[in-house]
């Protein structure tokens, strides 16, 4: 007997649908949602992974996500203790400045990338304990993200670090930078996905970076993470700490209510359903956030995240409002039951949240008149804005010089973004930057000597921008691509094996002089004589050759002639000339004395100038131990009339102060008197101000280098015994160091003098715009004169001008701000790139503090002392640390240390209540 088995379409459809369903979830299950997780050092297999025993996600290995780079694992003494497979191994970069892991994402797509370092002493040369800073940089994409601080942090411990940002393009790019101060390294790398309309304030201009993240109420493990987040974000738990009366936790297992249209960050439910309240004799809750001891909160820009779900009854009688730092933030926020209210700051960041003295912020919730109950909260999210304000290369050009890279086999140190930031810029390479908010474009490319073997890349030729190409002296073979050359004004293919016809398109264009081509020492050449074959392309040239060609000689004669005349003195080389000029007699002073040998060997034959000034040059130096210098080396001609030159270096050889630069030690040779200071990476003040729009100060970076400068003349005027008057205060001897900290430098004209407040009968000195008027009546300089200088200075960093204007005629700046302000308001002096951003009674303090300083009469303008206690009144009195921390990174403290699958340490966090 046959049977037969049949099924309607309908029912068809419904398998169809479920054989569906269990594919999708098994690819999330798989792909983890496009999860990209990482293990950097570990040396798998090519292709192969494991899964992490705690979380169940895949980890690959790094090898075809960065170049370079060397894999290690942690000292063994560590390794039985590692809470997981990717704390056992890293990749450490001790070569180069930047190098880059590029990671897979979507132009505009939304991501979480989690980085983890885990020392663990795998150098075995107890970086993190010795004493010495241990600092590398971090950057997402083409943006500064922060600094990572090991410095006397426990070997066996991990630090993590959390940013949301927007991918900019289809590679998202992590790099870490070498700041001098350790080798950077990384454990593991950990992309995330997030939803399109989660996170609505993140931008191709600002990601945020992590500071904490926390849930309420009971938690069954101290961090909370993936699969309970489909995000993987980590949730720390507050009942780890405070689980006693007053407060009380509160949990339901009724869903939460989700309206998709204002649930734009996806908290978990099983976080929701749980929440932390108090009795309710008492009216408000404080939460205190403490973030970590080594960060510089100076000027840090915070977004709180407020997560509410009313879970306590149907009916509840709960209303409260949110307060931080004594601002209403949120007024009236009176919950429904289930459903879920996540709130947070629209349109701004908060600045100047931190109580004063400490590294500490806090969050009020308080119960308004005629609510029954005390405020709730289910979590809480806490972030710090990261600027993405530079530029990513025209995604073409990067397409187009990887595909170059990829075809000659390339070895360079190519990673990263080819054009930014600026000091990173790919070896070779010549960008251009002059299209305000555009893309950078590659315009030059200059591989000349490279050891290129093969035929040309299609890719030059296909870039758009690209003006000059240089691949002479290479071993290039084949025929030149035929391809219309839009922009290309240089073509230099001299010195190599290249063959065959010349492209009509190409020889056009050198015909009318609209490309110049260069193809000597190529067998093309050998077929004919061309005019790109010789490097006389017309008469013109060979008439200049004729005149330039005499001209080289007699020139060689005269320099032949000076050597002759150098030679004679002694043939003992330079060294020795120099030698016997050194000063038998050294200072008695505790700082080091360099001969003239070691400036040279120090700055490379004195190669690279920093600044220059009436005093002589100023060159970058490099010491033994790798600390870098500025060598400021006197004029020759003012060598016999620098007799104050020892004596100044006795004085500054005293003087020590945080907003001083260190002097390091000094030359003393009877052909060469020079000073080495400590080297300031950002440049001076005045560069920063009217260097362009490549980085712009906001209003509290102002005020805090003010109240740096302000602090060192202080002390010069009122701790130095004698006391020291600088005599030259201007903002291009306001030094900055990698943090934005003011450094006074320049003492080349400061003088010692024993009562700060009288006269002292010298020479004039200063700089025009920036001296003293009474000086010109009384011929008497005394501490108020760096008073007045620093009015100027203060009134610069105002508004963003130079002390003497052209307006159209010649104006001093305080004349200009009084015009300014008589026919409009004070905010018509206020530089314009700070948009506006700026605190209007802030303003109006730092203005009047500034003329007070630039008063005619001395009497008139008030002490540094009195210049330090007003500028601190603009600011919160927030101590500087001399480095920044990772965010998300507590303090190193035996309160703070918790283990857990990632050994991290967590901040000192509180919750304080009352009646």
């Known amino acids: ?206 990601s945020v970076s992590y500071l904490r993240r926390f849930r309420f109420g009971d938690a069954a493990e101290y961090i909370t993470r993936y699969p309970v987040d489909n995000y993987d974000r980590f949730w720390a738990g507050w009942s780890f700490s405070f689980n006693t009366y007053p407060w009380i936790s509160l949990n339901t297992s009724k869903p939460v209510n989700r309206l998709n249209s204002i649930d734009v960050f996806q908290v978990p439910e099983v976080i929701l359903q749980k929440a932390t309240t108090l009795d309710t004799n008492y009216s408000f809750m404080e939460v205190s956030v403490e973030v970590g001891s080594n960060l510089d909160i100076r000027g840090m820009e915070l977004l709180p995240i407020f997560h509410f779900t009313e879970i306590a009854g149907d009916i509840p009688n709960r209303t409260f409002n949110v307060y931080s730092a004594d601002e209403l933030l949120f007024q009236d926020v009176s919950l429904s039951p289930m459903r879920v209210e996540s709130m947070y700051p629209t349109n701004r960041f908060l600045t100047n949240r931190f109580l004063s003295g400490s590294n500490t912020t806090s969050f009020m919730l308080r119960k308004v008149p005629g609510s029954k109950l005390p405020p709730l909260i289910n979590a809480l999210e806490v972030y710090s804005i990261v600027r993405t304000d530079n530029l990513t290369t025209s995604s073409e050009d990067v397409n187009y010089m990887k595909e170059v890279k990829k075809h000659y086999n390339l070895g360079r140190n190519w990673n990263g973004d080819p054009c930014s930031p600026r000091e990173y810029t790919w070896e070779g390479l010549t960008c251009d930057y002059s299209n305000g908010n555009q893309n950078p474009r590659i315009v030059r490319v200059n591989m000349s000597t490279s050891k290129l073997r093969g035929v040309l890349a299609i890719s030059f030729f296909m870039m758009a921008s690209l003006e000059n190409l240089d691949l002479s002296h290479n071993n290039l073979t084949g025929t030149i691509p035929n391809y219309e050359l839009k922009s290309l004004k240089v073509l230099n293919l001299s010195y190599n094996q290249l063959d065959g016809p010349i492209p009509n398109s190409i020889v056009q264009r050198f015909q009318a002089g609209l490309l110049d081509l260069r193809l ?128 100044e270096v006795q004085t500054l050889s005293k003087v020590h102060h945080k907003n001083l630069v260190t002097l390091a030690g000094y030359c003393q040779n009877k052909k060469c008197l020079a000073l080495v200071y400590d080297f300031m990476p950002r440049g001076n003040l005045q560069q920063i101000l009217r260097g362009g729009d490549d980085y712009t100060l906001n209003w509290e970076q102002r005020l805090y280098i003010a109240l740096d400068a302000a602090q060192g003349l202080e002390y010069l005027h009122e701790s130095c015994t004698p006391s020291v008057v600088h005599r030259d205060v201007k903002t291009p001897n306001i030094l900055l160091d990698k943090n934005l900290v003011g450094i006074i430098s320049d003492f080349g004209l400061s003088r010692a003098f024993n009562d700060a407040h009288t006269h002292i009968s010298t020479v004039a000195a200063g700089t025009l715009g920036y001296l003293d008027p009474e000086y010109h009546a009384t011929f008497q300089l005394t501490v108020k004169t760096d008073v007045y200088s620093f009015g ?38 206020v530089d314009k790139r700070l948009l506006d951003q700026y605190d209007a009674s802030s303003l109006q303090s730092v203005v009047d503090l500034a003329m007070m300083c630039v008063e005619n009469a001395t009497i008139d303008r008030p002490t540094m002392i009195e210049v330090v206690s007003r500028l601190k009144a603009c600011l919160p009195e927030v101590p500087r640390l001399l480095q920044p921390t990772i965010s998300g990174v507590p303090p190193i403290s035996s309160e703070g240390d918790f283990q857990f699958d990632y050994t991290g340490r967590m901040s000192n966090t509180s919750l304080l209540s009352g009646r």
Not at 104 to 122: Q, T, V
Not at 792 to 820: A, F, Y
């Open 792 to 829: 100027i200075v203060l009134l610069e960093i105002i508004t963003g001008q130079p002390p003497v204007l052209v307006n159209p005629q010649t104006i001093h700046l305080p004349n200009w701000i009084r015009q300014k302000i008589a026919t409009g308001s004070i905010h018509d002096v």
């Open 1 to 206: 007997m046959a049977s037969s088995f049949s099924c309607s379409e309908r029912t068809k459809l419904t398998w169809m649908l479920a054989l569906l369903l269990i594919l999708v979830m098994m690819l999330r299950v798989d792909g983890q949602s496009g999860f990209l997780s990482v293990d950097c050092g570990w040396t798998g297999s090519a292709g192969s992974t494991y899964n992490d025993s705690a979380t169940g996600l895949p980890y690959d290995s790094d090898g075809k996500f960065m170049e370079g780079g060397l894999s290690s694992k942690i000292s063994a003494e560590f390794i039985a203790d590692a809470g997981n497979e990717q704390q056992k191994t890293l990749r450490s970069f001790p070569d180069g400045k930047r190098n880059c892991y590029t990671l897979p994402s979507a132009i505009g797509k939304k991501f979480l990338l989690r980085a983890m370092f885990s020392y663990g002493n795998y150098d075995g040369l107890n970086r993190s304990m010795d004493g010495s800073p241990f600092i590398f940089g971090l950057h997402i994409g083409v943006n500064f993200w922060e600094t990572v601080n090991l410095t006397n942090l426990d070997p066996s411990l991990t630090l993590w670090k959390e940013v949301l940002t927007m991918a900019p393009a289809n590679l998202l790019s992590f790099c870490l930078i070498n700041l001098g101060s350790g080798t950077p390294f990384v454990s593991s790398l950990e992309l995330r996905p997030l939803g399109d309309a989660m996170y609505p304030f993140l931008s191709t201009y600002v």
């Open 520 to 647: 000597e020492g190529n067998p093309i050449c050998s077929k004919g004589k061309y005019m790109y074959c010789s490097n006389t392309k017309n008469s013109k040239h060979v008439m200049l050759t004729a005149v330039i060609v005499p001209v080289v000689l007699v020139s060689l004669l005269v320099v032949l002639g000076v050597l002759w005349k150098v030679c004679q003195k002694g043939n003992s080389g330079d060294h020795e000339d120099y030698d016997i000029y050194e000063e038998e007699t050294p200072l008695h002073i505790d700082i080091r004395r360099f001969t003239y040998v070691e400036l040279k060997f120090i700055t490379k034959d004195f190669q690279s100038i920093i600044g220059k000034g009436g005093f002589g040059t100023v060159y970058h130096g490099i010491l033994e131990n790798g600390d870098e210098v500025a060598v400021k080396v006197l004029m020759e001609t003012s060598i016999a009339e620098s007799t104050d030159f020892l004596p």
